[in-house]
C-alpha cells in the first residue's frame, strides 16, 4: 500500500526532473512524425553535441534512475538500446542518486565485453512510465577488489582478461537490456566478506527487465528507425516504443512473428551466392554494431588493423538471408549489402546499414543495427501475450 | 531451508574450486593429457571425437561446452559455448598474457560492439555471442595441422 502511494507521487516527480533536466535533444518523443506519449523513448545513433555513443551504430537512449521511494532522481544520457540483453545497467561512476547498499555482486558476459559490479535495487523510470522498483547492475570493477579502475583483473572473479571500466572507455553511460527475457542470465556472487561466493538468487532479487514490470506496457518493446543511405548518416532519430497492442501508438499491422527458441534464437537461412543455402542461428541485436556471418564459401577480405574484425570488400557485395521460425515456417528474406566501411567511417557517418564482419562462429548469423534502419521491429517478450502472440520472439 | 542452505553452499564451493585453482588446468599449447585436468576443474565429462587432421576432447558441464582441438600430441585450439565462458586464465595457459595485451589494447577505447577479434604473436582470440548464450575460440596459427582452416574450430 505504502510503495503504491510512494509510486504515483514519484511518477509525477521523477516526470518533472525529465522535462525539467533540459536535455531536448534526448528526451521526450522523437518529433511531430514519430509516435509520442508516455511509453515512447527517443532513440538515436550519434545523439548531438553528445560526447558518448558516438562510435558507428551505438543506438543510445536515457533513462531515470531514482533512489527507491523518493523524488531523489538522476535523468542518465547515452545508455545503449540492446535488444540482446536483458536489465538495466550504469556505471557507478556515472550515478549521482543514493541506491540502498548491496553486498551482491554479478558477472555479466556479452559477446564483446564482461560487466562485473554490485546488484543494487532503484527505481527505474522509462519514457513518462510509472516507476518501477527494479534490481539493477552497477557497472564497477573496483568493487569487492576484483579488478583496478582500469578493468585489470586482481582477484578477478569473472575469469577474463579485462572487464568494461568507465564510461570512456565503452563509449556509454549504461546499458538498457530490452531484450526477449525477463532475466538477465547473470552470474551472482555475496560478496559481504571476501571471497565473493556464488550464490543462487531468488528471481525478484535478480537484475530484471525494467519492461516487464510496468503495469500496462510491460509485454514487449518496439523499436523503430529510419532507413539510412547507402553511404551513411551522420545521426539517426527514432523511437522504442514499450509495449505491443497496449496503446493507440503501439499497434502492430502486417509483420511476421518469429517464435524463437529458449535463448533467443530463431533460424537464418542465409545464401552466400545464388543456389546455396546455408543455416545458422539467427539473433536480432541493436547492441551489435554491425552484421556478422560467415560461411565456408565466402573469402571476403578483412579490414586492416583495429576493423580487423569488418570486412573490407574491393567492390559493394549484395546478399540475402531468410529468417524462419524454428519449424521453418514462416519466412521473411532480408536483403543486404557489404562495402569497405572505412571511406563512410572517415566521413564521420556514424549511422551505416551496409556494413558488416565475420562470425567466429560459423553457426551463427548476428542481426546486428544495420538490420534496424528502416525497419519497426518487435521485441516480444518472454511469457508475455500481445496481439502478436506469447513471446519469446521477434517480429518486424 | 536447509536442503536450499545446502545447495547454496554446495555451488558456492565448487565455484571456489574453479576459481581458486586454476593453474592447475591444462591449457592451449600443453599435452593432451592436460585436457584430463581440465576435466576435473571444470567437474564435466569427455567425449571425444576423430577427425582426419585432429582429435576433439570435449568437455560438458551444465554451463558449458568446451572443446579441446589436439594435434601431435598438443592443444592447438580451444573453443566455447554456453552460459559463460570458461576461466580463461586457465584455458590459455601461457597464452593468457598475450590475450590479455591484446585484450587491454582493444579495450583502450570505445570500439564497435558484438564480436571480438584478437590477435597476439602467437595466439588468436574470437568471441562473440549474448548473454546466456557466449561463444568463442582461441587457435595457435602456427600449430594448425596443414588442411585445416579456422572455421573448424567451434
Redesign the interface.
Known amino acids: 500500500m505504502i510503495r503504491r502511494g510512494c509510486r504515483s507521487v514519484l511518477f509525477g516527480m521523477a516526470f518533472t526532473v525529465l522535462l525539467g533536466c533540459g536535455n531536448s535533444g534526448s528526451s521526450g518523443p522523437s518529433g511531430p512524425s514519430g509516435p509520442s506519449g508516455p511509453n515512447v523513448l527517443a532513440i538515436t545513433v550519434n545523439p548531438a553535441s553528445a560526447a ?1 555513443c ?5 543506438l543510445c537512449t536515457h533513462v531515470t534512475i531514482c533512489q527507491p521511494g523518493t523524488s531523489n532522481c538522476q535523468t542518465i544520457a547515452d545508455v ?1 538500446v540492446d535488444t ?3 536489465g538495466l545497467r550504469i556505471f557507478a561512476s556515472t550515478l549521482t542518486v543514493t541506491l540502498p547498499s548491496s553486498t551482491m555482486g554479478e ?7 564482461t560487466d562485473w559490479g554490485r546488484v543494487q535495487s532503484a527505481d527505474v523510470v522509462l519514457g513518462g512510465e510509472p516507476a518501477v522498483f527494479v534490481p539493477i547492475h552497477v557497472i564497477d570493477p573496483t568493487f569487492a577488489g576484483q579488478y583496478t579502475s582500469g ?3 586482481a582477484t ?2 569473472c ?4 572487464v ?2 568507465s564510461p ?5 553511460n549504461g546499458i538498457l ?1 530490452v ?1 526477449l ?1 525477463p532475466f ?4 551472482y556472487y ?1 560478496c559481504a566478506s571476501l ?1 565473493c ?4 538468487v531468488a528471481p525478484s532479487q535478480q537484475i530484471q527487465n525494467p519492461v516487464g514490470l510496468l503495469p500496462v506496457d510491460n509485454n514487449g518493446v518496439i523499436l523503430t528507425l529510419p532507413s539510412v543511405p547507402a553511404s551513411g548518416s551522420p545521426a539517426v532519430t527514432g523511437s522504442l516504443i514499450l509495449g505491443i497492442g497496449t496503446a493507440s501508438n503501439n499497434q502492430p499491422s502486417g509483420v511476421t512473428v518469429l517464435p524463437t527458441n529458449s ?3 530463431i533460424v537464418t537461412r542465409f545464401h552466400p551466392s545464388p543456389g546455396i543455402s546455408t543455416q545458422n542461428v539467427g ?1 536480432i ?1 541493436s ?4 552484421l ?1 556471418f ?1 560461411d ?1 564459401s565466402l573469402s571476403i577480405p578483412l579490414c586492416p588493423g ?1 576493423l ?3 570486412y573490407c570488400p574491393a567492390a559493394p557485395l549484395s546478399f540475402s538471408a531468410a529468417n524462419t521460425e524454428l519449424s521453418g515456417i514462416p519466412s521473411s528474406l532480408v536483403s543486404f549489402q557489404i562495402v569497405d566501411p572505412r571511406p563512410l567511417l572517415q566521413s564521420g557517418n556514424a549511422a551505416i546499414r551496409n556494413i558488416g ?8 548469423f ?1 542481426w ?1 543495427l544495420p538490420f534496424f534502419f528502416g525497419r519497426t521491429v518487435y521485441v516480444g517478450l518472454s511469457g508475455q501475450t500481445s496481439v502478436l502472440g506469447t513471446g519469446p520472439f521477434w517480429a518486424y | 531451508m536447509t536442503h536450499r542452505r545446502a545447495l547454496e553452499l554446495a555451488l558456492a564451493f565448487s565455484l571456489i574450486l574453479i576459481i581458486d585453482l586454476p593453474r592447475t588446468w591444462a591449457a592451449l599449447g600443453e599435452p593432451a593429457s592436460s585436457v584430463e585436468t581440465d576435466r576435473v576443474a571444470l567437474a564435466g565429462h569427455v567425449s571425444m571425437t576423430t577427425a582426419p587432421l585432429y582429435t576433439i576432447q570435449e568437455i560438458t558441464t551444465s554451463e558449458l561446452v568446451v572443446r579441446e582441438y589436439v594435434s601431435r600430441d598438443t592443444v592447438f585450439a580451444v573453443a566455447w559455448t554456453g552460459r559463460r565462458p570458461p576461466n580463461l586464465v586457465s584455458l590459455f595457459g601461457s597464452y593468457f598474457q598475450e590475450y590479455l595485451e591484446a585484450a587491454t589494447a582493444a579495450a583502450s577505447g570505445p570500439r564497435m560492439r558484438g564480436m571480438i577479434h584478437l590477435q597476439g604473436p602467437h595466439v588468436v582470440v574470437e568471441t562473440g555471442g549474448h548473454p546466456g548464450d557466449i561463444r568463442g575460440r582461441a587457435y595457435l596459427p602456427s600449430l594448425l595441422p596443414s588442411g585445416m582452416t579456422k572455421e573448424m574450430i567451434q
Open positions: 558518448l558516438t562510435f558507428a551504430n551505438a545503449l540482446g540483453s536483458s558477472c555479466l558476459y556479452f559477446g564483446s565485453g578493468g585489470q583483473a578477478n572473479i575469469g577474463v582478461a579485462v568494461d571500466s570512456s572507455q565503452v563509449g556509454f537490456g531484450g527475457f538477465d542470465s547473470g552470474f555475496n571471497p561466493t556464488a550464490v543462487a535463448s533467443g534464437q539473433i541485436d547492441g551489435s554494431s554491425v556478422f560467415s565456408a583495429s580487423s574484425f569488418l564482419g565475420p562470425a567466429f562462429s560459423p553457426g551463427v548476428d546486428g
